[in-house]
T-cell receptor
């Protein structure tokens, strides 16, 4: 079974704090993704990575950065958290080609 | 860009059939996915269509018409456990990107 794990299920941070969200997959997938999910808006792609140290912006990268130093690990960084970054954050991974993405359980981040 | 529309909510009775429609207008199309997401859980893969026609998997079927920019997910013999959100996602011409609709919440009533 493919397993995608995320470092926290729930996280509460203060405005201006630096926040790290970690994602680890155990299936040697090349591609990894970070989404945020908000009611009525669906999943929106923040960043993705198609190889170690490679990254590309998704649809809403502003206020976020990412790091992929090892194939199995993809980190999302909020440099200075703001209240409008309160959301559910989902990580996903997939192998190359027309295959499905496998999602982690999500991190519900609240910024106060 | 991608514009993907699906109904917000649907309600059906246990044992019945429900059809969830998804229409899309995209700058590039390379296949369409359906995912199921129970409240508080991760989305899980249901089906993938890249050619026109119907794909059947047990109680779930998915249909695609590329010329009409239209897909549907058909859930038959509904069970209470099918109460969930169903997400339509279009795969971009590059291998990586999926664009998701806002999701359809299906409530199954006894």
């Amino acid at each position: 079974d493919v397993k995608v794990t995320q470092s926290s299920r729930y996280l509460v941070k203060r405005t201006g704090e630096k926040v790290f969200l970690e994602c680890v997959q155990d299936m040697d997938h090349e591609n990894m993704f970070w989404y945020r999910q908000d009611p009525g808006l669906g999943l929106r792609l923040i960043y993705f990575s198609y190889d170690v140290k490679m990254k590309e912006k998704g649809d809403i990268p502003e206020g976020y950065s990412v790091s992929r130093e090892k194939k199995e690990r993809f980190s999302l960084i909020l440099e200075s958290a703001s209240t409008n970054q309160t959301s559910m954050y989902l990580c996903a991974s997939k192998t190359g080609g027309p295959y499905e993405q496998y999602f982690g359980p999500g991190t519900r981040l609240t910024v106060t | 860009g991608q514009n993907i529309d699906q109904p917000t909510e649907m309600t059906a009775t246990e044992g019945a059939i429900v059809q969830i429609n998804c229409t899309y207008q995209t700058s590039g199309f390379n296949g369409l996915f359906w995912y199921q997401q129970h409240a508080g859980e991760a989305p899980t893969f249901l089906s993938y269509n890249v050619l026109d026609g119907l794909e059947e998997k047990g109680r779930f079927s998915s249909f695609l018409s590329r010329s009409k920019g239209y897909s549907y997910l058909l859930l038959k013999e509904l069970q209470m456990k099918d109460s969930a959100s169903y997400l339509c996602a279009v795969r971009d011409l590059n291998d990586y990107k999926l664009s998701f609709g806002a999701g359809t919440t299906v409530t199954v009533r006894a």
